[in-house]
């Protein structure tokens, strides 16, 4: 039986809306899929877009770039120094204090005689005074202040008679943290000559004074024997050798210089 033209026209628009709205509908899932990507195609997104980013240096990378700059900074500078004979002997780590102009490292020079009976002489304790006033003015950034209380000293000195055996007549002691800031130093004049024929004279005492007080602010030895810093102290005087030593360590951090490696905080002896 056919269908009336009406019916006919009227079942064919029905049809027609049907599959336009299942069409529609496919399109809408297809834009929600779109809109809503799934894990791996975000995760892509995301390292795309860190790619992009700065991204944080290594902690190790930025020391090495640190220490990279400290030793270009010396190797400036070095010449008419022995700061590469300091790091050759000190496995490449400088020590030194932090910088001290307004508040001065407070120095305690003890009085007792090492044979005891009475006070040590005035002309010792004036030599190791006037050692400090002279390094204090080579311009490194130290200033020193003298105390009574040993308690609450930066730097210490007392006196022995001699070392035994041992070929010194000063000893000195720092002790450092684990970055290679000094934090006290303590040094020990003996009065005696090494030949055992009597006491050192003050200009001698003085000299000593001045070897002491340079590894007490973190200086080492040198094989250049006309400074001051040489183990067999022969000058009277600073150098200008050591002065230019000093400042060049007081103008870079301590720590390694050639290495990043984590360090303890050792005490550490020169003699």
Do not use: N
Not at 99 to 105: D, I, V
Not at 153 to 162: N, P
Not at 228 to 246: Q, S
């Amino acid at each position: 039986m056919r269908l009336p033209t009406l019916d006919r026209l009227l079942l064919a628009t029905l049809s027609l809306v049907g599959a336009l709205v299942l069409v529609e509908l496919g399109s809408a899932a297809r834009r929600e899929r779109a809109d809503r990507p799934d894990a791996a195609g975000l995760d892509s997104a995301r390292l795309a877009a860190d790619a992009s980013l700065p991204q944080p240096l290594d902690p190790r990378a930025t020391d090495s770039l640190e220490r990279a700059e400290i030793r270009q900074r010396i190797r400036a500078r070095q010449s008419g120094t022995y700061l590469d004979e300091m790091l050759a002997l000190g496995d490449s780590v400088l020590q030194r204090w932090p910088e001290r102009r307004a508040t001065p490292l407070r120095v305690f020079i003890s009085d007792a005689h090492p044979r005891g009976g009475g006070p040590i002489t005035r002309e010792y304790v004036q030599a190791v005074r006037e050692a400090f006033t002279r390094w204090e003015g080579t311009e490194v950034p130290l200033r020193f202040t003298f105390t009574g209380d040993s308690a609450t000293a930066d730097i210490a000195i007392g006196w022995a008679r001699s070392f035994g055996d041992a070929p010194v007549l000063g000893r000195t002691k720092v002790v450092r943290d684990a970055q290679c800031w000094i934090l006290r130093s303590t040094i020990t004049l003996a009065i005696e000559r090494r030949d055992g024929q009597g006491d050192l004279d003050a200009p001698t005492m003085r000299a000593l004074a001045l070897h002491e007080v340079g590894h007490a602010i973190g200086l080492d030895h040198t094989r250049d024997t006309t400074t001051i810093m040489t183990p067999r102290v022969r000058a009277r005087e600073l150098t200008l050798a050591d002065i230019a030593t000093a400042q060049l360590l007081y103008s870079v951090p301590p720590g390694p210089v050639a290495t990043a490696l984590p360090l303890t905080a050792p005490r550490r002896r020169w003699e």
